[in-house]
């Protein structure tokens, strides 16, 4: 191992800005590094430069989650909870750091990793968020689905051509709804809202996440027999993000592990389905409970008929 080797490596770890936080010290070490290339001052050298790469070791995580029910809100106890904030603190407990967590708006935790005031955050990804933090492991996948009354059911996009569907303003959730124009897309503020007009026959569907929807019709105490099978559309990931400027190799790996023992451990589905109350949420399960119940209807109309007088025969 010569100079070159220990120069190459800081570099390294300079361009993609994982380490050393502060600009200064980066330039401060590659100038050392010119200047002096004797052995022991090499070995010296690379030990502070180790340290640099593990900032975080002993000091406080910054945790922020978005305040979005149900990932993030405050009690009526006045407290933070929500799931994606009780899922933060076991990944943190479990990698044994200490921490903090507030409940920040969705928007400003883009500002918050950028500029490192939050060390990392649990949400979805976009297209600013590649630049400015690392997209360290998935928490959760959640699917894109419609829903509708029981009693209309829809089975495909092209069934809603013309129909009334309900967006939350702003929201992308699935590229080929986005583009077909034969939807009538009606805005409204949240999910709530949303459900509110569908039950009250103001609008023909709603499109959404399976957790955010079934979450917010649990809470406007709407049972899961008054909603229809959901259209599985497309899937989007919860993602652990961490701030590129924080990154933090020795952290960063502690985190991944942790998330991977809690799932392991079926922690992260216990804190979701906490929160989801008889809505079943996977959308696996309901497709497996759909199947079992065709098969049933099936056999029941097939047994009927077994038992029924054939006019043919008589």
Known sequence: MNFYFYKALYLHLFKYGVGVTNTNKKFEIVKELRMRQGTKSIRVLFITLLVCVFPLTGQTLKIETINVAPFGFIGKDGKPTGMMFEISNRIAQEADLKYTNEIIPYARTIFDLKIGTADFVLRFSNDEL?????????????????????????????????????????GKFDEDFDNKTAINKVQVNDYAQMLKLLMRGRIDACIGTNVGLYY???????????????????????????????ADIQTMNKLKESVEKLKVKGEIRQIV???MGDFKWDIAELKNQATVLQVRVYSENILAQ???PNPLIN
Do not use: C, W
């Open 273 to 275: 389905n906490k929160y």
């Open 306 to 308: 077994s038992h029924s």
């Open 130 to 170: 590649p630049a400015i933090a690392v997209p360290l492991v998935s928490i959760i996948t959640m699917t894109t689905i419609i829903l509708s009354k029981a009693d209309a059911p829809y089975a495909s996009l092209n069934d809603l051509d013309k129909k009334l569907v309900g967006v939350v303003r702003g």
């Open 216 to 246: 917010n019709a649990k809470q406007l105490g709407i049972n899961p027999e008054m909603l229809s099978l959901p259209m599985q559309l497309s899937s989007k990931e919860f993602i652990l993000h961490f701030s590129r400027k924080n």
